[in-house]
């Protein structure tokens, strides 16, 4: 099928949505023979406009599989499977939705041409109602209270209604895709399917006809009076201003700014004060007394040295020689899951089954440093908050001997004591040090603990055996292996230094994993950070 075939009935498709004809949408997307997952995705919110829901869920079954990392399309479906009381597959949804968020607290899908913003608190809510419907009140109670901890706009009361209707025992209502919002076609490309006239009609300027009245050419058109911004050197005629104190909107066509924001000067400033300007692709008024001029140009004499705070440089152009394969200890094997996979459930989601004695808990992949203020802290007490594969918190007395409080969290996480390695940054530094007081007597978790909370960082990791650590290492970079003697990590983790293979490649261990990776890929903050001991 021609791809202006497709944007052409895609197109008329989106044009009956918008008009409520939703049985026209069908019968255009129903003539594409070789549909993608945004149409299949249309064509899902169409069945659900007419309460179709099985049709709806196919639909969604086949956008899926043409796009196996679309989380809003997880997120539908389990809303779907809801509504049909197919509760297990609906939460096993709502599991590989936050997965696909990816740490983001929120996907906007107008690149891809879908009005909408998947928040991650969504994707919690929705879970905590699958929750309700299972009659497991106290789980979908944490959940959302996990999601009342998320960041993201436009969630208003929604979490605090939601947490009163759980505490009376009321079923909640999943959220959607609201009715009408679909995947819309480029505009660039819709416009490139009406059939243009490129060389025009042929127009007679002349004749040699005797009787013929008209002689000579087409006089010039006077030309309409246009806008153009003139070029400015320095801050002193720039046309950018800056904005020194938040305004908020007090009339009509006036901007709601914040402090800091630049705005460009497009009028000047008239009798009352105000001046018209552009901010954020929105034209307004501002009051010229808040403006102030700014310098948007760099210097290009000076370069700042961002390394290695701030974003780091990409590794060089010339990736580096791979040394010959040495023997090294062979770490545990690596699960890994492929389309073939099944979801995971709950007690798998983690990787690590939890006690019997326990439910399962859905939290947060990825909270903020400010997300456990909003606990209640007891007086003489620690909130202390964990990164594991999800984060986990534990509130415990200030005077907590380390090895107690490593054995609360193990228990929190279900995962064996003896093999939780604990480490915590410093102030102003980015590498995770080892917590030394764990076999110390007398340390306590008041040792690293600030305003009443502390933050650590949890591996699984095996022992190593007759294995010394020279020195630790952050990485950059996410680093996939290569082969069988790569070692694999993500970016922000602690490797451990074994060795130097050479000059470009380094031996080291992380998460449990011995082998090799290329040393552009991590970086050594301080020399003087470890010394060199033995696990």
Same mark, same amino acid.
């Given at each position: 099928?021609?791809?202006?075939?497709?944007?052409?009935?895609?197109?008329?498709?989106?044009?009956?949505?918008?008009?409520?004809?939703?049985?026209?949408?069908?019968? !255009?997307?129903?003539?594409?023979?070789?549909?993608?997952?945004?149409?299949?995705?249309?064509? +899902?919110?169409?069945?659900?406009?007419?309460?179709?829901?099985?049709?709806?869920? !196919?639909?969604?079954?086949?956008?899926?599989?043409?796009? @196996?990392?679309?989380?809003?399309?997880?997120?539908?479906?389990?809303?779907?499977?809801?509504?049909?009381?197919?509760?297990?597959?609906?939460?096993?949804?709502?599991?590989?939705?936050?997965?696909?968020?990816?740490?983001?607290?929120?996907?906007?899908?107008?690149?891809? *041409?879908?009005?909408?913003?998947?928040?991650?608190?969504? #994707?919690?809510?929705?879970? +905590?109602?699958?929750?309700?419907?299972? %009659?497991?009140?106290?789980?979908?109670?944490?959940?959302?209270?996990?999601?009342?901890?998320?960041?993201?706009?436009?969630?208003? /009361?929604?979490?605090? #209604?939601?947490?009163?209707?759980?505490?009376? !025992?009321?079923?909640?209502?999943?959220?959607?895709?609201?009715?009408?919002?679909?995947?819309?076609?480029?505009?660039?490309?819709?416009?490139?399917?009406?059939?243009?006239?490129?060389?025009?009609?042929?127009?007679? $300027?002349?004749?040699?006809?005797?009787?013929?009245?008209?002689? %000579?050419?087409?006089?010039?058109?006077?030309?309409?009076?246009?806008?153009? @911004?003139?070029?400015?050197?320095?801050?002193?005629?720039?046309?950018?201003?800056?904005?020194?104190?938040?305004?908020?909107?007090?009339?009509?066509?006036?901007?709601?700014?914040? /402090?800091?924001?630049?705005?460009?000067?497009?009028?000047?400033?008239?009798?009352?004060?105000?001046?018209?300007?552009? &901010?954020?692709?929105?034209?307004?008024?501002?009051?010229?007394?808040?403006?102030? =001029?700014?310098?948007?140009?760099?210097?290009?004499? !000076?370069?700042?040295?961002?390394?290695?705070?701030?974003?780091?440089?990409?590794?060089?152009?010339?990736?580096?020689?791979?040394?010959?394969?040495?023997?090294?200890?062979?770490?545990?094997?690596?699960?890994?899951?492929?389309?073939?996979?099944?979801?995971?459930? &709950?007690?798998?989601?983690?990787?690590?089954?939890? =006690?019997?004695?326990?439910?399962?808990?859905?939290?947060?992949?990825?909270?903020?440093?400010?997300?456990?203020?909003?606990?209640?802290?007891?007086?003489?007490?620690?909130?202390?908050?964990?990164?594991?594969?999800?984060? #986990?918190?534990?509130?415990?007395?200030?005077?907590?001997? &380390?090895?107690?409080?490593?054995?609360?969290?193990?228990?929190?996480?279900?995962?064996?004591?003896?093999?939780?390695?604990?480490?915590?940054?410093?102030? *102003?530094?980015?590498?995770?040090?080892?917590?030394?007081?764990?076999?110390?007597?007398?340390?306590?978790?008041?040792?690293?603990?600030?305003?009443?909370?502390?933050?650590?960082?949890?591996?699984?990791?095996?022992?190593?055996?007759?294995?010394?650590?020279?020195?630790?290492?952050?990485?950059?970079?996410?680093?996939?292996?290569?082969?069988? @003697?790569?070692?694999?990590?993500?970016? %922000?983790?602690?490797?451990?230094?074994?060795?130097?293979?050479? @000059?470009?490649?380094?031996?080291?261990?992380?998460?449990?994993?011995? %082998? $090799?990776?290329?040393?552009?890929?991590?970086?050594?903050?301080?020399?003087?950070?470890?010394?060199?001991?033995?696990?």
């Amino acid at each position: 099928m021609l791809y202006t075939e497709l944007l052409k009935l895609w197109n008329e498709s989106v044009q009956a949505v918008d008009a409520k004809d939703w049985q026209g949408a069908l019968q !255009k997307l129903e003539q594409i023979s070789e549909p993608t997952s945004r149409t299949l995705f249309n064509t +899902a919110s169409a069945h659900l406009a007419l309460e179709q829901l099985h049709p709806a869920l !196919k639909a969604l079954d086949l956008t899926i599989a043409k796009d @196996e990392r679309l989380a809003v399309g997880f997120f539908q479906r389990a809303a779907v499977m809801m509504q049909i009381d197919r509760l297990e597959e609906a939460l096993s949804d709502c599991i590989w939705a936050q997965k696909h968020m990816r740490g983001n607290m929120v996907i906007d899908y107008r690149q891809l *041409g879908l009005r909408f913003k998947l928040y991650s608190w969504q #994707v919690l809510y929705n879970a +905590a109602a699958v929750y309700c419907r299972m %009659g497991q009140w106290e789980q979908a109670g944490d959940v959302l209270l996990s999601a009342s901890q998320e960041k993201g706009g436009s969630r208003g /009361g929604n979490i605090e #209604v939601a947490l009163d209707s759980v505490l009376r !025992k009321e079923v909640l209502t999943p959220l959607l895709v609201p009715e009408g919002v679909v995947f819309r076609p480029r505009k660039q490309d819709v416009e490139q399917l009406q059939q243009r006239d490129f060389l025009g009609k042929a127009k007679v $300027i002349s004749s040699m006809i005797p009787n013929d009245d008209f002689g %000579g050419f087409e006089p010039l058109r006077q030309q309409k009076p246009g806008f153009y @911004e003139p070029k400015m050197d320095g801050a002193q005629d720039s046309r950018y201003m800056r904005v020194r104190v938040p305004h908020m909107a007090r009339g009509p066509g006036q901007l709601t700014v914040p /402090g800091g924001a630049m705005v460009f000067l497009f009028g000047e400033e008239d009798r009352d004060g105000m001046a018209t300007v552009i &901010y954020d692709g929105q034209r307004g008024v501002l009051p010229m007394s808040l403006l102030e =001029p700014t310098d948007v140009k760099t210097s290009k004499g !000076k370069k700042e040295n961002r390394f290695p705070s701030g974003i780091p440089f990409p590794p060089g152009l010339k990736p580096p020689t791979r040394p010959q394969a040495q023997p090294s200890p062979a770490g545990p094997p690596r699960v890994r899951f492929t389309t073939d996979t099944p979801p995971p459930s &709950y007690t798998t989601a983690t990787h690590a089954p939890l =006690p019997a004695s326990e439910p399962p808990k859905y939290t947060a992949n990825a909270a903020s440093d400010q997300a456990s203020s909003a606990q209640i802290q007891d007086v003489g007490s620690v909130v202390v908050k964990v990164h594991y594969m999800y984060t #986990v918190a534990v509130s415990v007395p200030l005077d907590t001997p &380390y090895h107690e409080v490593k054995e609360q969290i193990a228990q929190k996480l279900g995962q064996p004591a003896s093999q939780l390695r604990l480490r915590h940054k410093e102030h *102003g530094s980015r590498v995770l040090v080892p917590l030394c007081g764990e076999v110390e007597p007398g340390s306590t978790i008041q040792e690293v603990a600030e305003a009443g909370r502390a933050t650590l960082w949890c591996q699984i990791e095996d022992p190593l055996a007759n294995r010394t650590i020279l020195y630790q290492m952050v990485a950059l970079y996410d680093y996939a292996a290569q082969g069988p @003697e790569d070692l694999e990590f993500s970016e %922000g983790d602690t490797i451990d230094i074994l060795g130097q293979v050479n @000059e470009e490649w380094l031996e080291g261990h992380c998460a449990g994993n011995i %082998g $090799i990776f290329p040393s552009c890929f991590a970086y050594r903050e301080n020399a003087n950070i470890t010394q060199s001991s033995e696990l």
